[in-house]
């Protein structure tokens, strides 16, 4: 099971991420623009633009922020254009990470993402040499307080899920892709709002971290996340929860 979603599950629950929430209507502005410019603006037509919608509402984004991104992306409304950019790299314990940015400036973001990397023990990869660590999948993590265990289960299957993890104080649902939307819905119609739920990059495997590399790794994936041209980061480490309680105490 994924130490990351488990890392963010921990900060949902502590209130840390309402803490971030002008960071997370930056992210989701990009991301909407973008997805716009690449798709069209109806929702309806771009499903990548649906999801993004989706979680900006999760978000409490006020839908004149929602309309003015996609109108960005469009045209309709002028606006920085954005690039694109994933870079891979290795953390300590030899974690890899797939590091995804919507930038103005690509020699910028590459240099301070460097910089970053190299103060916490990590460094840029060559490109395809972490990549096919991952797959892309829908993941929805839902607190365990929230619903029994089976009923969640056969939701989750019935609607196209793939599985669902246990990760201690959470349930993962993974899904295809192109499931993901129904599997959310279908779990939501069971009166679940989600912990988090998106199109994530899943590891095929985990590198489990303690002591001074788990701490390294925590305080790295704080870093790289407080970037503003940083959309996603996605990780292979696997660590306990005390760990990540006493990151973030």
């Given at each position: 099971m994924s130490g990351h979603s488990k890392w963010h599950t921990i900060k949902h629950k502590k209130g840390a991420?309402?803490?971030?929430?002008?960071?997370?209507?930056?992210?989701?502005?990009?991301?909407?623009t973008v997805a716009a410019r690449n798709?069209?603006?109806?929702?309806?037509?771009?499903p990548r633009l649906r999801t993004i919608v989706a979680e900006a509402k999760a978000n409490n984004m006020p839908r004149e922020n929602i309309e003015r991104a996609i109108r960005r992306g469009t045209g309709e409304e002028p606006g920085v254009t954005?690039?694109?950019?994933?870079y891979e790299a290795y953390g300590p314990g030899g974690v890899a990470l797939m590091i995804e940015t919507l930038t103005d400036n690509k020699n910028r973001t590459v240099g301070e993402i460097r910089h970053l990397l190299g103060k916490h023990a990590g460094n840029l990869?060559?490109?395809?040499?972490?990549?096919?660590?991952?797959?892309?999948?829908?993941?929805?993590?839902?607190?365990?307080?929230?619903?029994?265990?089976?009923?969640?289960?056969?939701?989750?299957?019935?609607?196209g899920a793939d599985d669902m993890n246990d990760d201690d104080?959470?349930?993962?649902?993974?899904?295809?892709?192109?499931?993901?939307?129904?599997v959310r819905d279908a779990i939501k119609a069971l009166g679940v709002e989600p912990a988090s739920?998106?199109?994530?990059?899943?590891?095929?495997?985990?590198?489990?971290?303690?002591?001074?590399?788990?701490?390294?790794?925590?305080?790295?994936?704080?870093?790289?996340?407080?970037?503003?041209?940083?959309?996603?980061?996605?990780?292979?480490?696997?660590?306990?929860?005390?760990?990540?309680?006493?990151?973030?105490?």
């Open positions: 991420a309402d803490a971030r929430r002008g960071k997370v209507f930056t992210r989701l502005i990009k991301e909407l798709g069209g603006g109806d929702p309806d037509m771009n954005y690039d694109e950019v994933t990869a060559a490109e395809n040499s972490v990549a096919w660590m991952f797959s892309r999948k829908g993941e929805i993590i839902v607190e365990k307080g929230k619903i029994d265990e089976d009923k969640l289960l056969s939701a989750a299957l019935d609607a104080s959470a349930w993962e649902v993974v899904s295809a892709p192109e499931q993901f939307e129904a739920a998106q199109i994530a990059m899943i590891p095929q495997n985990y590198v489990k971290l303690v002591g001074k590399e788990a701490q390294q790794m925590l305080r790295l994936m704080e870093a790289i996340e407080d970037h503003d041209d940083v959309q996603h980061v996605w990780a292979n480490f696997d660590v306990e929860e005390k760990e990540i309680e006493a990151s973030l105490a």
